[in-house]
């Protein structure tokens, strides 16, 4: 198989760059990766404090909705003493539709909001942090211990944010995606 090169992707309009040669772009990488490492002890202590406030947070969650399941409750309540009145001919009918016609509405934002609270989930941002920390200190093993394609592939991920004069690669500025 033959070499693979990289070239200026003319985004800016062209330019008169060299190509590069994906292994050493490759090298140039896998060395870069060398001096990411986050401390043991580091990484630790943000996972457990993401874990703390990832516990704070699904507590306050739980607590809202258990509020909101209350305001429901009672809402449907005084709803259903207003039925009550309505049949007993304690309330005229142009009350009786406005009222309903709020309380329904306020019904509908609180079932929203019950349903939105239902949805939230907070643990799964502390793994992935943590996977993260101890992708970042296992990456130059990683990259090493693949086989030709894989650094080629990793390198053509790394390098979508990436600025070059074509011999130096640095982090781009800006940010871009595919």
Known sequence: MGAVYYRCSHGRGKCSLPYMREQEVSDRNGGSAQGHYVPEAAAKTIVASLSSDSARAESERKKRMKATKQRIAALRTRMDQMYEDRLDGKTDDEFWARKMNEWREQERRLESELLRLKVEVTADSVLTVQSILELANRAHFLYLTRNH?????????????????????????????I
């Open 149 to 177: 394609a894989e650094p080629g592939s990793i390198a053509e991920t790394c390098l979508l944010n990436c600025d070059t004069d074509g011999v130096t690669l640095w982090p781009s500025t800006e940010s871009r995606t």
